[in-house]
């Protein structure tokens, strides 16, 4: 088992730096949404990955039976390296698996919680006062809200990725494909008993809310 250990380790790490690497180049220059700059170079990684050890390994075939006068002990030798080329694609799907939960349970919440916001604004635990709930209000209006411009931020991600359009009057309005992925959140969030008042349909702005959905942890 311990070369197994030893194959998956390595292509943990390549699937891990390069990841990692090509996400923090690509994503300055698309200026794209994080989430889905970080599924393409997930994807882009994976399959570079691949598709070099299958080149790699069908070179070293071809010079195998090239050089062995054995016919059985090339035929043996050839199916050592098709086991090794499965095992090397069964790591790396596992690999991109475990970086994309990562992924998204990490980097994709601090880039966008609240609660990470809230976390990081309130005082130490040995400093000497904390701060009132008026204080918290204001200073998320002032700065989540205004500074960071976080109803902005979150329209030109949802237009580049097509769920939002803007007309020559600059109304907002969904598209089908906003329609369907609300569709799927109130499955899911229904689904897992989780609170549903931010996926359901109201009358849009200034309009009133949908009903109460059903009640449950608070958003991050």
Same mark, same amino acid.
């Given at each position: 088992?311990?070369?197994?250990?030893?194959?998956?380790? *390595?292509?943990?790490?390549?699937?891990?730096?390069?990841? /990692?690497?090509?996400?923090?180049?690509?994503?300055?220059?698309?200026?794209? +949404?994080?989430?889905? +700059?970080?599924?393409?170079?997930?994807?882009?990684?994976?399959? !570079?990955?691949?598709?070099?050890?299958?080149?790699?390994?069908?070179?070293? =075939?071809?010079? /195998?039976?090239?050089?062995? !006068?054995?016919?059985?002990? !090339?035929?043996?030798? @050839?199916?050592?390296?098709?086991?090794?080329?499965?095992? /090397?694609?069964?790591?790396?799907?596992?690999?991109?698996?475990?970086?994309?939960?990562?992924?998204?349970?990490?980097?994709?919440?601090?880039?966008?919680?609240? @609660?990470?916001?809230?976390?990081?604004?309130?005082? $130490?635990?040995?400093?000497?006062?904390?701060?009132? =709930?008026?204080?918290?209000?204001?200073?998320?209006?002032?700065?989540?809200?205004?500074?960071?411009?976080?109803?902005?931020? =979150?329209?030109? #991600?949802?237009?580049?990725?097509?769920?939002?359009? +803007?007309? #020559?009057?600059? *109304?907002?309005?969904?598209?089908?494909?906003? #329609?369907?992925?609300?569709?799927?959140?109130?499955?899911?969030?229904?689904?897992?008993?989780?609170?549903? =008042?931010?996926? $359901?349909?109201?009358?849009?702005?200034?309009? !009133? #809310?949908?009903?109460?959905?059903? $009640?449950?942890?608070?958003?991050?």
């Amino acid at each position: 088992m311990q070369p197994y250990f030893l194959l998956f380790g *390595m292509v943990l790490t390549m699937v891990t730096t390069g990841f /990692i690497a090509l996400f923090r180049v690509l994503l300055p220059l698309t200026r794209g +949404v994080p989430f889905y +700059v970080g599924l393409l170079s997930l994807g882009v990684v994976c399959s !570079a990955l691949v598709a070099g050890c299958t080149w790699t390994l069908a070179l070293q =075939r071809k010079r /195998i039976l090239a050089l062995n !006068a054995n016919p059985g002990g !090339a035929r043996a030798a @050839s199916l050592d390296l098709g086991q090794t080329l499965e095992r /090397i694609v069964s790591f790396t799907f596992l690999a991109g698996s475990l970086n994309l939960a990562f992924f998204v349970a990490v980097p994709v919440m601090l880039d966008r919680s609240v @609660s990470t916001w809230l976390l990081s604004r309130l005082p $130490e635990p040995d400093a000497p006062q904390g701060v009132t =709930r008026g204080e918290l209000d204001a200073l998320f209006q002032s700065e989540y809200i205004v500074k960071f411009d976080a109803l902005g931020r =979150r329209l030109d #991600e949802q237009m580049r990725s097509g769920s939002v359009v +803007v007309d #020559e009057g600059g *109304m907002y309005r969904a598209t089908d494909r906003a #329609e369907a992925f609300l569709t799927f959140s109130r499955v899911v969030a229904r689904l897992y008993g989780i609170q549903t =008042r931010f996926v $359901e349909r109201g009358d849009g702005a200034g309009g !009133a #809310e949908a009903g109460d959905g059903t $009640e449950g942890p608070d958003e991050n």
